[in-house]
């Protein structure tokens, strides 16, 4: 397991920017496949992006795509979602998520994340 913190979250207006951030603990982490979801009041908790473990490989959920870049740099234990274009239908607490090796950067199903973050408000307004 490994432990997960994020940061960056805040309020912001529509078209706006925010890059979040999560660091992890532990000396293995460029063995996990990360992930960030996120879950809006009364809905499920969805998926958003993920990275595989080297960084070369990413895979969107269709409404971010474009206006979502997630990165990794295993040198600091953090992966990061920069979020561009903000819509106010992005609002949501954002958690990032980590799948160990054997983990297809393909999976997004939050069932299949072993380790979570407590999550960062993201607040768009209108």
């Known amino acids: 397991q490994v432990q997960l913190v994020e940061s960056g979250g805040g309020s912001v207006q529509a078209g706006g920017s925010l890059r979040l951030s999560c660091a992890a603990s532990g000396r293995t982490f460029s063995s996990y496949v990360m992930g960030w979801f996120r879950q809006a009041p009364g809905k499920e908790r969805e998926f958003v992006a993920t990275i595989s473990e080297t960084g070369g490989n990413t895979y969107y959920l269709r409404s971010v795509k474009g206006r979502f870049t997630v990165s990794r740099d295993n040198a600091k234990n953090t992966v990061y979602l920069q979020m561009n274009g903000l819509k106010p239908e992005d609002t949501a607490v954002y958690y990032c998520?980590?799948?160990?090796?054997?983990?297809?950067?393909?999976?997004?199903?939050?069932?299949?994340?072993?380790?979570w973050g407590q999550g960062t408000q993201v607040t768009v307004s209108s």
């Open positions: 998520a980590a799948g160990q090796h054997p983990f297809s950067f393909l999976r997004t199903r939050r069932e299949d994340f072993g380790s």
